[in-house]
């Protein structure tokens, strides 16, 4: 057995019962914590580079971490935390993507938004969420 296998056998047994997982807490970590790192090699401040090596040690202690149902809360908490902001993202880039054909108005009624075809004039639209017709001009 070479040192590559006799290393590898010894970091999985040194696994087993541990988180170990690279979920998006971890990556979320990680993108902050370079992001942070090349703040502070273009602007040199200790304290940018202090608080990135802060939350890489994070990371890792996520990783090795034995407590796998509070690390899974924990990725949970953050998930819940990230989604509204992703969701409000995904939209933002699909109507600039379809902003040549369609319209994006928001009901009066429950204020959800509602995807109409562009250049029809004056239409009568019925809200999918709550059934109220309203008008407007795309």
């Given at each position: 057995m070479n040192w590559k296998e006799k290393l590898d056998r010894n970091m999985r047994k040194f696994l087993v019962g541990r988180y170990g997982v690279m979920d998006q807490l971890n990556?979320?970590?990680l993108l902050i914590s370079v992001g942070l790192i090349f703040l502070?090699?273009?602007f040199p401040q200790r304290f940018l580079t202090t608080i990135a090596l802060l939350i890489?040690?994070?990371s890792y202690y996520r990783i090795f971490s034995k407590k796998i149902s509070r690390r899974y809360k924990e990725n949970q908490r953050y998930l819940d935390f990230i989604r509204p902001v992703?969701?409000?993202y995904?939209?933002?880039m699909k109507k600039?993507?379809?902003r040549k054909e369609y319209r994006y108005v928001k009901c009066p009624e429950c204020h959800?938004?509602?995807r109409v075809p562009k250049n029809r004039g004056k239409i009568v639209i019925t809200c999918p969420n709550c059934h109220h017709k309203f008008e407007k001009t795309t």
């Open positions: 990556r979320g970590l502070s090699i273009i890489l040690a994070v992703q969701r409000f995904h939209l933002q600039i993507k379809e959800k938004t509602t």
